[in-house]
């Protein structure tokens, strides 16, 4: 029979928060946003082959650990901003304004 291990304070120090420490000459990295909505959306064949050319030029070019859904999140986040500064004159509403 196999002897369990334990664990110094159980699951609650598993989940707890750590503070990490970055060698010298390297930077920490942020915690990411967590993102639990989930939600279909609709591309084209030529955008989703376009986001796929840019997810891998971004991780190959500038070394980022990047995925899809954080590209089309920056850019959600990018038409927002523009949006709210520009509004009429936002690049959404010259999209679609007939």
């Known amino acids: ?10 699951l609650d120090a598993m989940f707890e928060p750590t ?24 591309f084209s064949g ?3 082959m376009a986001l796929e ?6 991780r190959t070019e500038y070394r980022l650990k990047i995925g ?4 089309v999140r920056a850019a959600f986040d990018a038409l927002m901003a523009d949006f709210e500064a520009k509004g009429a004159d936002s690049i959404i509403v010259g999209r679609y304004r007939p």
């Open 1 to 10: 029979m196999s002897k369990r291990v334990s664990m110094r304070g159980g």
């Open 46 to 48: 030529d955008q989703l």
């Open 53 to 58: 050319v840019l997810m891998l030029k971004l």
């Open 68 to 71: 899809k859904s954080e590209i």
């Open 19 to 42: 503070v990490a420490e970055a060698p010298a000459g390297h930077a920490v990295v942020e915690p990411v946003e967590i993102h639990d909505q989930r939600a279909t959306f609709y």
